[in-house]
């Protein structure tokens, strides 16, 4: 079994215990309490063929200096296994990064960080922290999706009806985009779902993103707004749902699919976060992608997927390639 997500396979790592296997924060806590044994494991995933690769130079002969840092031979700089890596510089203990990055990828609607705090053993502010750092690890590929594909947008902002009167908006309904920020999502039905933070909901916007999302000749479901309009003419087959008038499921033909991904997202925003500013918008939304099309897996293939993810460094990736070729 290979993760979508995971160029390193951390499944089927046979030299350490596969992430796979934990199934509790305290059996993680237990395994990775000492520093050598995460470095090891880190090293064995970033270094999988066992040749360390300086990040400066690609220089493939450093030494290891007795604090555990390489030293490269060629061009003289020293490096930590860390660099590059959501771990690098940090002053916490490993462990409980690892048990962070648990936390995060298997609560179906995501961890506070006041309860983070609590599990972890550390403050608020450290656990929001490490939080929003593994959220930036939550965004990979997008997918391409194909067949039976619903498209839909939702909207993330306050209720107008929720504000005190004079700070309400006027014009703010439906799909106003005033006060609100518009998420543009895309799912193929026993696939996985595209969702992305847009500017607006344009045509001109939306079908770009369409056309490269979603293989041409698809049933593409959508309601009946008039900006899926021109989908027969860009080669794809449009099945109208009426929500207007009251019309939500006609044989195959629904977004319900669709719906069910965007109210696990606002469970998550508005249940676990309660709100979020629209500039780290975007992490919010990968990391309910990350958790949608990651449904099937059980908690500890999650973790590993989620590891993969923490780890997949493109300046090691790079120095690899160049090494390679070399
Ligand atoms: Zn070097």
Same mark, same amino acid.
């Given at each position: ?69 390489? &030293? ?60 929003? &750092?593994? $959220? ?65 909901? &344009? ?48 044989? &195959? ?21 309660? $709100? ?18 990651? $449904? ?31």
């Amino acid at each position: 079994m290979v993760f979508a997500y995971c160029k390193r396979n951390l499944y089927n790592s046979n030299r350490m215990i596969s992430l796979a296997h934990f199934n509790s924060l305290p059996q993680i806590f237990r395994y990775f309490k000492s520093r050598l044994t995460c470095l090891k494991f880190i090293e064995e995933q970033v270094y999988p063929d066992g040749v360390v690769a300086c990040p400066y130079c690609g220089g493939i002969h450093p030494y290891r200096r007795s604090d555990g840092r390489f &030293k490269c031979r060629e061009c003289g700089s020293s490096f930590s296994i860390l660099q590059g890596t959501i771990f690098q510089d940090t002053k916490l203990p490993l462990y409980k990064w690892f048990g962070a990055i648990y936390l995060m990828s298997v609560h179906s609607k995501g961890i506070s960080s006041v309860q983070a705090a609590i599990d972890l053993g550390v403050t608020q502010k450290t656990a929001w922290f490490m939080l929003h &750092k593994i $959220r930036t690890t939550f965004r990979q590929n997008t997918p391409i999706l194909d067949g039976d594909v619903e498209i839909d947008e939702t909207y993330v902002g306050g209720r107008e009806s929720n504000k005190h009167e004079d700070k309400k908006v006027d014009g703010t309904q439906g799909r106003s985009t005033k006060t609100k920020t518009p998420v543009f999502g895309m799912l193929q039905r026993e696939g996985e779902v595209s969702a992305m933070k847009v500017g607006n909901t &344009k045509a001109d916007t939306l079908m770009p993103i369409i056309k490269t999302c979603i293989v041409k000749g698809s049933i593409v479901y959508t309601d009946e707004a008039g900006i899926y309009s021109t989908l027969n003419a860009n080669g794809y087959d449009r099945q109208v749902v009426n929500h207007n008038q009251k019309e939500f499921v006609v044989g &195959k033909s629904h977004t319900n699919t669709i719906e069910g991904f965007w109210s696990l997202f606002k469970r998550t925003v508005f249940g676990t976060y309660h $709100r979020v500013s629209k500039h780290y918008l975007q992490r919010y939304v990968d990391e309910s992608v990350f958790r949608y099309n990651n $449904r099937y897996r059980k908690g500890g293939e999650r973790f590993a997927a989620l590891m993969c993810n923490a780890l997949n460094v493109v300046t090691f990736e790079d120095v690899r390639a160049v090494v390679c070729v070399a």
